[in-house]
Every structure is written in structure tokens, then in C-alpha cells.
């Protein structure tokens, strides 16, 4: 997922996506009290409603290779479906 999202190395910019850590991979409601991750919930909530947003899960990313902080962090929003398996509903940054 992490390849289809950010891209496969074809260019400077994507290349720096082409390897990651996973920082933390949990269900939304697990991310309240945490202050690193709880505001990423209230934007779940606000883009999908309440009922998808609990259903769906926060992971966030480093990118080892990226030149700067910014650049250097990923957060994406996952759910599952019947259908689909997987997949990624939103791309935070």
C-alpha cells in the first residue's frame, strides 16, 4: 500500500518513498490521549463521519530518506472492506 500511495522511486521526489518505518499502525479510537495521534482522529471523523472514522485505522510513517521533517513523515488512514481487503482512504501527508 505504502508504494501505491507515495509512489515507486521514478523520480528525485517519489524516490525518497521508497523506504519506510512504520511509527504506529492502530485502530482511531486507540489514538485518544495521545497527543501525536488524537487530532489525526477528529480529521477522520470530519472527513467520513463517526461510524467509518472508528472503523478505520491511523498509521503513521517515516521516511528515512526524505531531505527534512516534513517531508520526512506520512501519516494514512486505512479500512477494510468486504471487497477490497485494505486500502487506503486518505493520505494525510
Given at each position: 500500500m505504502?508504494?501505491?500511495?507515495?509512489?515507486?522511486?521514478?523520480?528525485?521526489?517519489?524516490?525518497?518513498?521508497?523506504?519506510?518505518?512504520?511509527?504506529?499502525?492502530?485502530?482511531?479510537?486507540?489514538?485518544?490521549?495521545?497527543?501525536?495521534?488524537?487530532?489525526?482522529f477528529?480529521?477522520?471523523?470530519?472527513l467520513?463521519?463517526?461510524?467509518?472514522?472508528?472503523?478505520?485505522?491511523?498509521?503513521?510513517?517515516?521516511?528515512?530518506?526524505?531531505?527534512?521533517?516534513?517531508?520526512?513523515?506520512?501519516?494514512?488512514?486505512?479500512?477494510?472492506?468486504?471487497?477490497?481487503?485494505?486500502?487506503?482512504?486518505?493520505?494525510?501527508h
Amino acid at each position: 500500500m505504502i508504494p501505491k500511495t507515495y509512489g515507486t522511486g521514478q523520480n528525485d521526489i517519489s524516490d525518497i518513498y521508497t523506504k519506510w518505518n512504520v511509527v504506529t499502525a492502530k485502530p482511531f479510537p486507540k489514538t485518544v490521549g495521545i497527543k501525536e495521534e488524537e487530532a489525526y482522529f477528529g480529521i477522520a471523523k470530519t472527513l467520513c463521519g463517526k461510524e467509518v472514522a472508528e472503523k478505520s485505522w491511523l498509521v503513521r510513517l517515516d521516511f528515512p530518506k526524505a531531505p527534512g521533517a516534513d517531508l520526512a513523515q506520512g501519516q494514512i488512514f486505512l479500512a477494510k472492506s468486504k471487497e477490497k481487503g485494505w486500502f487506503v482512504w486518505f493520505q494525510y501527508h
